[in-house]
Structures are given as C-alpha cells and as structure tokens.
T-cell receptor, first 109, second 113 residues
Framework: GQQVMQIPQYQHVQEGEDFTTYCNSS?????IQWYKQRPGGHPVFLIQ?????EVKKQKRLTFQFGEAKKNSSLHITATQTTDVGTYFC?????????FGKGTKLSVIP | SQTIHQWPATLVQPVGSPLSLECTVE??????LYWYRQAAGRGLQLLFY??????ISSEVPQNLSASRPQDRQFILSSKKLLLSDSGFYLC????????????FGEGSWLTVV
C-alpha cells in the first residue's frame, strides 16, 4: 500500500530560525495536503497541492510539491513561538489520506 | 457550514470496561467518515473508515469496532478495553469521493487504567 515518509521526526529551532519538513511518498500522489496540530489540539488543514512543481505560500509558510508528485516540503521562515506544533503531510488516495508520522516543531524563545 | 462534533472529550476507563465514542457531522450529506488514533507524541493511525451507512472498513485488526447507524453518525466501540487502547481518538470527515480534505473533530482523550 501507499506509504508516506516524513522527516525529521523532531526539530528544535531558535526563534527566528528557519524550519523545513520533508515528505516522500512511495507512489505518485494525486495531491498532497498539509496539516498542523497544536499541542493538545486536533489536526487542522493548512493547504492542498495538486499540480506538479506547485509552490504555494501562506505568509511565512512555503509549500512545494515535487515535479514527480512524490515528494513535498513545508518551509517556515523566521519561526515564531506560535509555529509550535506537529506538522503532518498526507497523500490522497481514493477514500482516504495516508498521513506521514509528522514533524514535531519546538521553538526556543 | 459543516461542523463535526465528537464526545466525550476525555474519559478514564478501567481495563476490561466497554467504550463508546460518538461523532456526528452537520451541514453535509454522504460524507466519508473516519476514526483515527494517536498515541502520545505519535502519528495518526487510521482505525476505520466508512463511505456509507452500515459500510465499515477496518484498517487495523484489534479489539475495537465501528458502526455507522446513520449517514452522519459514526461510533467507535469496544467491549473490553486494554491498557494499550489509551490514546487520543479523532473522528474526521471528508466530502465523499469529490472531496480531498479531511476535517477533524476535536478529539477524545482516553486513558485506560
């Protein structure tokens, strides 16, 4: 079945530093989605990427979808304490999404 | 707009006791419904999904079961809880085959003691 690998598992950064998490799928994806889960909360949808090579930005967050539609990345510029949480990527199948294990981001003020 | 409700928010249950978590979705029809479990500090494990009333697909064999008695109601059950069932349970929905995005409920924290 489809597998989605996400690295790193944990990332500790100083406030103001950049952060990147990477996602790789064993199969070509029709689309990929990113979610953020704050500590103690539930995952919340951030964005969906559909096209090969697509790049989308949300303020300090930049999302990329690889040319082969098998990998993706989320980059945060100049992290803030409000960025703390776990970021999940998810690859779309027919009925469900296959989630990566997530990257837990800690920001040191 | 669509909303998803999940309850109870937290519960502490003894080993061997039954479990019932309930989830309802409003503002949409024929949704795909999902139950996920998240162990402390871990990723999201898909337990069950349903594409329609009475249709349940199990992803991980275990002592849990799911039922969908109505279009927008999804129930997670167990007859006898194990310590390893502790975790954060999330109900979620997706707009059928035409939708891609999954929307999560606020989750239920289960501690089995």
């Amino acid at each position: 079945g489809q597998q989605v690998m996400q690295i790193p598992q944990y990332q500790h950064v100083q406030e103001g530093e950049d952060f990147t998490t990477y996602c790789n799928s064993s199969t070509t994806l029709s689309n990929i989605q990113w979610y953020k889960q704050r500590p103690g909360g539930h995952p919340v949808f951030l964005i969906q990427l559909v096209k090969s090579g697509e790049v989308k930005k949300q303020k300090r967050l930049t999302f990329q979808f690889g040319e082969a539609k098998k990998n993706s990345s989320l980059h945060i510029t100049a992290t803030q304490t409000t960025d703390v949480g776990t970021y999940f990527c998810a690859g779309a199948g027919s009925y469900q999404l296959t989630f990566g294990k997530g990257t837990k981001l800690s920001v040191i003020p | 707009s669509q909303t998803i409700h999940q309850w109870p928010a937290t519960l502490v249950q003894p080993v061997g006791s039954p479990l019932s978590l309930e989830c309802t979705v409003e503002g949409t029809s024929n949704p795909n419904l999902y139950w996920y479990r998240q162990a402390a500090g871990r990723g999201l494990q898909l337990l069950f999904y349903s594409v329609g009333i009475g249709q349940i697909s199990s992803e991980v064999p275990q002592n849990l079961s799911a039922s969908r008695p109505q279009d927008r109601q999804f129930i997670l059950s167990s007859k006898k809880l194990l310590l390893s069932d502790s975790g954060f349970y999330l109900c979620a929905w997706k707009a059928g085959l035409s939708g891609n995005t999954i929307y999560f409920g606020e989750g239920s924290w289960l501690t089995v003691v």
